[in-house]
């Protein structure tokens, strides 16, 4: 996996199968937020950390043939489930660059719109990112951000102390691997630094029941990475049975909720 440039969470199948869910689960928040931006037909949109193209699709439908979504991903397996994607839906106006943020310039473009969910809080210079994304960015365009602005808000009601201590492992190996789980936090400084305004904010957390389609979404995360865990050497299979077995029994339980992670939306401006 090393000569994938593998991110800490990993580009194998589970991976592609827990991110296709995950945007299933985040569509209608992401279309509801590109709609508010103004992302609409003829328009060209720059989707930074793209993965396999999962928003990149929706991307290029909305804009359609007049438009054109330019994709940038580091990771040669998910460029490749990428472009098989992009044949399977057959669509002709997404440009794909394997290209990795903290080492490769970005592509210039006349770009109307930048899309940024969970980079920031993944690359492990956020300020350099910014920096670069300013310098390509024409004036007058918008740059959307979906990031994680305060991680710990992720919890169990009744609590469920193995969850707390399964997502403090999380944050630490997240942190480990050069990234900073509340990434949202940095940006306006950040953003103010290399000429953007923040135009809106906007939060997003969810209280769930088992019943709700978006549990699945946190709920599949803590079985992909209690896996990872073990391979690390961080917990043992005792550690990880106690945390799926808390987990089963919130879903049984009718008055049990969760709080997802808080994601922070900022639409940006470029001076």
């Not at 080492?103 to 670069?132: E, M, N």
């Not at 549990?215 to 050497?233: C, D, K, N, V």
Request: charged fraction near 25%; include cysteine; hydrophobic fraction near 45%.
């Amino acid at each position: 996996m090393a000569a994938d440039r593998d991110y800490v969470l990993g580009t194998h199948e589970e991976e592609l199968a827990r991110l296709g869910l995950q945007h299933r689960v985040w569509r209608p928040v992401a279309l509801d937020c590109w709609q508010r931006a103004g992302i609409t037909v003829g328009k060209r949109v720059l989707d930074i950390g793209a993965g396999p193209g999962y928003a990149a699709s929706d991307l290029a439908e909305i804009v359609g043939p007049a438009g054109e979504v330019i994709a940038l991903d580091r990771s040669r397996n998910f460029i490749n489930a990428f472009q098989e994607l992009m044949r399977t839906r057959s669509l002709a106006n997404v440009r794909i660059h394997e290209i990795d943020l903290m080492t490769d310039d970005l592509p210039v473009g006349h770009y109307d719109f930048a899309w940024c969910r969970w980079v920031v809080s993944f690359v492990s210079d956020p300020g350099l990112f910014i920096q670069k994304l300013g310098r390509v960015m024409p004036k007058g365009s918008l740059s959307i951000f979906h990031e994680y602005g305060h991680y710990e808000t992720w919890r169990f009601f009744p609590r469920l102390p193995m969850q707390e201590r399964f997502r403090e492992h999380v944050i630490a190996t997240w942190r480990e691997s050069g990234g900073e789980p509340d990434g949202a936090a940095q940006l306006p400084g950040l953003l103010a630094e290399n000429g953007f305004v923040i135009r809106s904010t906007l939060p997003h957390i969810f209280c769930l029941q088992a019943r709700d389609y978006m549990w699945q979404w946190p709920a599949t995360f803590i079985e992909t990475y209690l896996s990872r865990l073990i391979e690390m050497g961080r917990i043992d299979q005792k550690f990880a049975d106690q945390v799926r077995a808390d987990l089963v029994s919130a879903e049984r339980n009718p008055n049990a909720r969760m709080l997802t992670p808080l994601v922070l939306e900022i639409i940006a401006e470029k001076l």
